[in-house]
């Protein structure tokens, strides 16, 4: 009797922990990780906590525990937040719009054509180039976001763009270093009206933007990189089968700086919308998923693409793919978004967000 006394004990801890976890991935949304840093942790996360107390539900279901109750309480709010990582729309229909009106936008964070795959036909930095700028080209968008993208020489950047994306207008910042220059890139269709550059403390990440105007309405275009964690999932594996501390510990040092910094870029871009005189779009790599601090900010006053027009998984990121969605276009709430597309584009080790939106 005692002793399945202990094992009732011992199961509702572990529920409770379970629930717990699950409810502070929650509260990763609106707690600032500058001040708690382990939060952002929290919210990445999230499906997994989530997934482990599914499993708990379950198998205190066929206990017929009545403790089936605590993981059901912690999960009921994912129900709400689940169509930001995945959604099924069947047959569903886009709405229709007048062609005119109808801007088309892909953000890519294009890994300094770096990647290199001998089954994608890819075979180093300048075919890497050529291959993403002709996929882009066969999108025919108006307006193209890219992060990381680097060029060998600043000096002919111009000259490089009017070759690779002719018809299409060039905004940019990028840092020069010893192996080239890398930074935001932003293509459009239209004339530029107005631009600006964002730049943030500590690193190369940045934000740029532009103004435009399409089928009479005058807009702003923010192309953000926010700090990633700058770890390695293939050193940290090696670190594991050789049980390297020194690996772990700086692994954990690094993950701490970007989690601190990322808040203070996203602020700083925040502001600036807040002070934008007309309605503005929000692109690029957030390198945060969708229960996040970063997310929830960038979020006031717009939507998200792939939860009003997307199907199937949203995520963004090919080496975590289903679980890591990074990668958004956010637009004004007063916009209808029409499609929404990832396609597995293996050029880089992100996919490219492809979004149609009705102004």
């Known amino acids: 009797m005692a002793r399945n006394r202990f094992f009732g004990l011992t199961n509702r801890v572990l529920l409770l922990i379970a629930a717990f976890l699950l409810v502070v991935s929650y509260l990763s949304m609106v707690v600032n990780p500058a001040k708690l840093w382990f939060m952002s942790l929290a919210g990445l996360m999230f499906v997994p906590f989530l997934l482990l107390n599914l499993f708990l539900l379950v198998w205190a279901f066929m206990r017929r525990s009545k403790a089936f109750v605590i993981p059901l309480l912690a999960i009921i709010p994912a129900l709400f937040f689940m169509g930001r990582y995945a959604h099924f729309r069947g047959d569903e229909e886009p709405p229709a719009v007048l062609p005119d009106k109808l801007l088309k936008v892909v953000t890519w964070n294009v890994g300094r054509f770096s990647l290199s795959r001998p089954s994608s036909g890819v075979g180093g930095f300048d075919q890497c180039a050529d291959s993403v700028f002709a996929y882009i080209l066969e999108q025919k968008p108006d307006i193209v976001c890219l992060q990381e993208f680097k060029i060998k020489d600043s000096r002919k950047i111009k000259q490089y763009l009017k070759r690779k994306m002719p018809g299409y207008h060039s905004e940019y910042y990028v840092f020069t270093g010893k192996n080239g220059s890398a930074g935001n890139l932003t293509l459009s269709r239209f004339p530029v009206r107005n631009r600006g550059v964002i730049k943030f403390e500590g690193g ?92 929830c900010r960038m979020m006031r006053d717009r939507q998200d693409t792939f939860v009003e027009a997307g199907d199937g998984f949203g995520a963004t990121y090919s080496r975590l793919w289903p679980m890591l969605r990074i990668d958004y276009v956010l637009c004004p709430k007063s916009c209808t978004v029409v499609t929404h597309e990832t396609p597995k584009v293996k050029l880089s080790d992100h996919y490219p967000v492809i979004t149609e939106i009705a102004l």
């Open 204 to 295: 190369t990440n940045l934000a740029i933007f532009s103004d435009y105007e399409y089928a009479g309405k005058v807009f702003r275009v923010y192309n953000c990189h926010f700090e990633s964690y700058n770890i390695s999932f293939s050193g940290i594996a090696r670190a594991m089968m050789k049980q390297d501390k020194d690996v772990f510990a700086e692994t954990g040092v690094k993950m701490k700086r970007s989690i601190s910094r990322r808040p203070k870029q996203v602020d700083k871009v925040f502001n600036d919308i807040e002070s934008c005189p007309v309605e503005s779009f929000v692109c690029g790599d957030f390198n945060d998923n969708p229960m996040s601090y970063t997310y």
